[in-house]
């Protein structure tokens, strides 16, 4: 089969488009022919290379996906060869406390698929059957393959982090972003008012059709400032934040009192100053956040399904693009996902 391989660490030449054998299901797994997958900020670290994290390379990366039932393992009965399916990207054990009690992504050996095993940048691919679900006939493939990882981290940050109340204040850094534009959507239906931020004027009206009320260029604008000017001075009662150090400080200061910022990510640095007699005299909550659980996912497939939410895609590439598709999201070229097709 072809599958894009990760052999070692570095540049884009580094994503090598290879023949290799296909994956057998072993006990307990399904086999899924893919049609569709995405590409995520994820894949980038995997493909560089994180100082002190070691990656079972040589790997194939891709954390979504959707295709077609192709094979099973010993244990799988209820499930027909060409069923149509979307996978869950987060791997854990099944059997812990933590997955028992429904916080899988809690899992002493929780993975995500392109990170901890092979993934979904290929044309087939092995995963467990809790981490295979029955795609709506409403939905494409191309549609089902742009949600699953970054609509998960953001409804995670939302609703069971940040507990957003109608009414309240959020601002979501890069709104442009594959988690922004999720979070944009995801804060607008549980009745916030939604402040996103962007790096140009080309993104300004797809951010305000998904749901922004407010577009601040981060780059032509003191963050910090404008959050206060259109808040009356108060802030900001919730902050999503995946960039890290670049936003840290503005973050701090564009906070309501009782504000709440919650992080998923550090795509511009993971070391932040922090003055801690802001963080005690306005009772603010710093709040980490990584994937959600498998129940969390199966909440956000009706609501993509009806329409209410929807992956925002920016272009959808052969799977031969693999590094244009690379490059796109380094330059923070794109709007939205950028998805490839698997035929």
Not at 88 to 95: A, D, R
Not at 277 to 290: E, I, P, Q
Not at 300 to 321: M, Q, W
């Amino acid at each position: 089969m072809r599958a894009i391989v990760v052999s070692e660490h570095g540049g884009l030449d580094k994503l090598e488009l290879r023949e290799i054998d296909p994956p057998e299901p072993a006990p307990g797994e399904v086999r899924v022919r893919l049609h569709a997958a995405s590409v995520n900020h994820l894949d980038l670290w995997v493909r560089r290379g994180i100082a002190g994290v070691r990656y079972p390379l040589p790997l194939v990366p891709g954390c979504d996906g959707a295709g077609v039932v192709d094979a099973w393992g010993a244990g799988v009965s209820d499930l027909e060869r060409g069923a149509r399916v979307v996978l869950q990207p987060g791997v854990s054990c099944g059997h812990c406390a933590a997955c028992l009690a429904g916080n899988d992504h809690h899992c002493r050996l929780y993975g995500i698929l392109g990170e901890h095993r092979d993934g979904t940048h290929a044309e087939l691919v092995t995963v467990p059957r809790l981490n295979v679900i029955r795609l709506p006939e409403a939905l494409d493939f191309e549609t089902a393959a742009a949600f699953p990882l970054t609509f998960l981290t953001a409804w995670h940050m939302a609703v069971e982090r940040a507990r957003i109340q109608p009414g309240e204040d959020v601002l979501v850094h890069a709104g442009a972003s594959g988690v922004g534009s999720a979070a944009v959507q995801i804060a607008r239906l549980l009745g916030a008012r939604v402040i996103t931020t962007a790096g140009s004027a080309e993104k300004v009206a797809p951010l305000r059709e998904l749901g922004a009320e407010h577009v601040i260029l981060y780059r032509e604008s003191d963050l910090a400032q404008e959050t206060r000017k259109l808040t009356g001075k108060r802030g900001v009662d919730v902050i999503l934040d995946h960039v890290g150090l670049e936003t840290w400080e503005a973050n701090c200061r564009s906070l309501a009192r009782g504000g709440r910022l919650v992080v998923c990510g550090a795509t511009s640095g993971h070391e932040v100053p922090t003055n801690l007699r802001l963080l005690f005299f306005k009772n603010l909550s710093f709040l980490g956040s990584t994937m959600g659980s498998k129940s969390e996912l199966l909440r956000i497939l009706p609501l993509i399904e009806r329409g209410a939410l929807r992956p925002l895609v920016d272009r959808v590439l052969p799977l031969r693009e693999i590094r244009r598709a690379h490059e796109l999201l380094e330059h923070r070229a794109a709007v939205g996902k950028i998805v490839l097709r698997i035929d």
